[in-house]
């Protein structure tokens, strides 16, 4: 009998077999650190026990699902492992996030059980029970009457199981719905660990790195956990940011890699941080989620050194591309607009609107293979279809190479704007207004208009004591790349929205609240 690539000879190992194997390997040695004290791996082992203990109470079985919305804590990731280890798939709430996202998810996920951080999120959680009632089970990280606490039986002896196979349903990620109802994701342990790995090969962690988490370690700040624990080391987590806050824990914990998204970058840099705190120890400043204005990113290269390495990737694939420190240089300016050569994990293509390879230098869509794409949309077949058609993930960004590979995201193609016939790509404008003195934030998007089908409009947030005009704005646009894709308006706002994930939120800014209101 001869094994086929589908037999157990050829399975990669679970994440859950990753994560115990690199606590037990870490043993004695601190791995996870917070404001309630330090964790060494023997304790956090012992964590994943005495929570699979209490789940097991709750009549949970292999092949169920658990929701879990937590704090940057550690017990909140033991969770997570605990609940993969006895064969569920979990789905993670976004803590940024509203009662009415939350109610979205769940209903669309509907878990056996939902696990919820207290004090933080206890409120949250009878709100839930009224909204929900009886069908959502609940329990608590943490004393509460909102359910049965998990962490009763903490200080008790268990041992740890795992239960989880490859070809196991592991997780569902929810998109962040910037542009349209968030969609949820789902992937398998395969998948999900050929995240891991992929991490490892592409993002240059350094030996044993202190990794500071800061974003809500539910989205993309929790996939760098695995990876630093399989490289030997250290977790500091904070369950908020705050500019001044990352800058001394930094100094205190001598933290050398971290994970931003471009809008806390920009807070950082606006702060007195980095004046009041000795921030020499970082030497991998990861940023995604969102692009970072060139400007805002030269600025940030001064600043703090050659540190910055760009992630590119997207809920349904993740990394797809990741642009290394040493291109980061201020002597080849078009660099900083790119987002990276594709991972090693992944085969991108740029395919146009009937499937086929555009011409060299040509901009197509972004497409893209590799063993960590998700399975499909969650209860979407028809998307699921649509979105995975041909072979490939089809991401909807509109990409362009460069001679030397690197991969340039021109916009989403759900964002082009097209006024007057001609089509505007928002990104490309931004880019123009980020550097401009004085400018800390912006967007550009398109609004309906009579004449032009849809207008240029810039929303921009001026930097504290900077005196700016729209006209001085639209001319330096305009001299850049002509009339067509200069704003009709500009609108100054104090701040703009931005997602649970820290992207602008383009959505809510069409609102009337926001472009219709008085902004600043």
Known sequence: MHNTPESPLYQAPTTVQLALAALRQSGDRIVFKSAAGDWTGTATLNMIAALQAELKRQSVRPGGRLAVLGSNRPETWCAGIAAQGLGLCITWLNPLGGIESHIQQLQDFEPDLLVLDVPRFADTGRLLSERIGPALPICTLGASDVGPDLLGSAQASFSVVDWSRPDQLAIVNYTGGTTGKSKGAFRNHAALSAIALGTLADFDLPRQPKFLAVGPISHVTGSKILPVLLRGGQVTMLDHFDPDLVCATIEAEAIDTALLVPTMIYSILDSGGLSKHDTRSLKLLLYGASSMAAARLAEGLDRLGPIFS?????????????????????????????????????????????????????????????????????????????????????????????????????????????????????????DIIASIEGVAMCAVLGVPDPKWGEAVVAAVVPAPGAALGSGAIMAAVKARCGPVQTPKEVRFFTELPLTGAGKIDKKRLKDSNWLGGSGA
């Open 310 to 430: 760009q992630l590119y990737g997207q809920t349904e694939c993740y990394p797809i591309a990741v642009l290394p420190r040493e291109d980061h240089d201020t002597r080849h300016p078009d660099r900083l607009r790119a987002c990276g050569f594709p991972s090693r994990s992944c085969s991108v293509a740029l395919l146009d609107g009937d499937g086929q390879h555009v011409e060299a230098g040509s901009v197509g869509e972004v497409c893209v293979r590799s063993p960590y794409v998700m399975s499909g949309y969650w209860k979407q077949p028809e998307l699921t279809l649509e979105t995975l058609r041909g072979g490939w993930l089809h991401t909807g960004d509109v990409g362009q190479f460069d001679e030397a590979g690197r991969l340039y995201i021109v916009d989403r193609i759900k964002d082009i704007i097209i006024t007057g016939g001609f089509n505007v790509y928002p990104k490309e404008v931004e």
